[in-house]
């Protein structure tokens, strides 16, 4: 049910494959998943992600292909934060903005990895030790993200943190998908339970409100095709080139029952499903909009919009935004937050 390759290069990076009924490749580089491999409703498999062919594709790529991010996944308006009456900047790599970790986050290191299989479950867990300072955050960070695939296909993503200082953490994984196999993602059918999102200016930081989508074109509480109201004259969709928005799933977290139905999406072309779960306040989506250029497979490029993201998450900019649920980790406590992608076909 498991077996691993290992790409060999300074540093060694391994690539470990995931079997189940599905098949999923991960490289210890930024805990990349590198390859997703699901039946359409015919039966033929075939890759649902974008990613690249080689370790260097990886690094020369700014999209974050797959990669897990953090230690703050998404914005912090001009790197600036303060904790407990301290003042830190971190690194602009985003101008004027911090974003994902920084010029050197999570997706650009090395991870370490230990694998398992059990009760028709395939488990790889991985390590990360940020050291205090790191882009500017305050802390030593122990991180440990645990993908797990079985025979229902879903593959889960548990996050874990601890700190020996009060910091700031919000860890997504960063895949697209495409479950068509095709140009780009604006037929997919896609439907957000979430109501309500937070509107950004020019920079892509919330501007602390909470608004409704409902009447809007950011409005997928039914279901209907990414593409049909991308190109609007709508000012948050001209701001950022089409969807690239945190959607509101709650402002008060749920003890009793964490997890959260976030996302349906359907392939018309190959009957394709996936659906999305979190624990996580928010859920990035992200259509690809600056993904012109980027590497991919077979050696060829990316276009505009090829695939989506749904980045579970905490909101953008939430150290410098009180009415945001927090994204503060003590000493003594432990950042937990999953998220499940449920792969199924019709």
């Not at 020996?164 to 895949?175: A, E, I, P, S, Y």
């Not at 109501?195 to 892509?204: A, K, N």
């Amino acid at each position: 049910m498991f077996a691993n390759a290992v790409w060999i290069q300074p540093p060694i990076i391994k690539c470990y494959e995931l079997t189940c009924q599905n098949k999923i490749h991960i490289l210890t580089l930024g805990g990349i998943i590198q390859s997703i491999q699901v039946p359409d409703r015919t039966g033929n498999v075939s890759e649902v992600t974008l990613g690249c062919d080689s370790v260097a594709d990886y690094e020369r790529s700014g999209a974050y292909f797959g990669a897990i991010v953090g230690r703050y996944a998404n914005r912090i308006a001009k790197g600036e934060l303060q904790l407990n009456g301290e003042r830190f900047q971190l690194a602009c790599n985003n101008a004027p903005n911090h974003l994902h970790g920084g010029k050197v986050g999570f997706d650009h290191h090395l991870w370490r990895a230990e694998h398992h299989t059990k009760d028709n479950l395939c488990t790889l867990s991985l390590y990360y030790d940020s050291d205090d300072g790191e882009e500017g955050y305050p802390g030593k960070l122990s991180v440990k993200v645990t993908y797990t695939l079985n025979n229902q296909n879903e593959l889960g993503i548990e996050y874990q943190a601890t700190t020996d200082t009060t910091t700031v953490v919000n860890l997504t994984n960063h895949t697209y998908f495409n479950l068509n196999g095709s140009d780009d993602c604006l037929s997919h059918q896609l439907q957000l339970h979430c109501s309500q999102f937070t509107p950004t200016d020019e920079t892509s930081i919330p501007y602390g409100e909470i608004e409704s989508v409902i009447n809007t074109p950011m409005d997928f509480t039914a279901m209907k095709p990414i593409g049909r109201d991308i190109g609007q004259d709508f000012i948050q969709l001209k701001q950022a080139r089409g969807y690239d928005h945190n959607w509101v799933i709650w402002t008060e977290r749920d003890r009793e029952n964490p997890l959260k139905t976030v996302a349906r999406i359907e392939a018309p072309e190959s009957g394709r499903t996936l659906e999305v779960l979190s624990t996580q306040p928010g859920v990035q989506f992200y259509t690809g909009n600056y993904l012109e250029g980027e590497p991919a497979r077979g050696g060829g490029q990316y276009g505009m919009r090829a695939g989506f993201c749904l980045e579970t998450q905490h909101f953008p900019d939430s150290p410098n935004r009180p009415e945001f649920p927090s994204t503060q980790l003590n000493p003594g406590e432990t950042y937990q937050e999953k998220a499940v992608f449920r792969f199924s076909a019709m």
